[in-house]
């Protein structure tokens, strides 16, 4: 049977065995898969979002937003451990992440402290310049509610859309030659390009999930 990387079924001990070599991938997938909690499709997602922008963002406090199970600032501290800390919100956090976590800090024991997880509105927490703030698939407009977040912190920010309401989020007068969910993304792009960000279109693969346009911003100075 095939492995489809955006399934949402659990990974769990019985996937350990596709996992058996020695690359830091491999080691966090076992991690997931001994916690018996995670949807496959969740793990590539992270993983595919992290190591790209680590790629252009090192350092800084990582703000995870919109967390769901935090999986995303876990990978961005332990692939750049110059990051001293990374704080995850969410409005309702999974039931099962404390799972999650446990099976991550007993791989990952120093990283463990400097994950701080909380379960509030993304207003809440005050954001600097030196913070790197990413969500990952944070649903339709809860995106544009990222971007402002990050843009009214002057913060480096990377987003990976999801669900698209066409009335909910700007299209900038692009939904005549693209569809609604491109015209978008192609919004928020401008608009983070107004604001005197440096930007950088990407995608992570479409084998784990259709909605796979990665937007990353970075000040100018």
Known sequence: MQFHHGSRAHLSPHDLGRFSGSTLFHKLARAVCAADCLPRKELYE???????????????????????????????????????SALALDRELPKNLPRLHAALAASWPAVAPRVVVRQCDLADEPLSEHDVVVATHACGALTDRVLERALSARARVAVLPCCHDARASDQAGLGGWLSSGLAIDVARANRLSRAGYRIYTQTIPETITPQNRLLLGQPLP
Do not use: N
Not at 52 to 80: E, P, Y
């Open 46 to 84: 992270s993983w595919e979002v992290a190591r790209r922008v680590r790629r252009r963002f090192k350092g800084g406090r990582v703000v995870d937003l919109a967390c769901g199970h935090a999986l995303t600032a876990w990978i961005m501290l332990i692939l750049d451990g110059d990051s001293p």
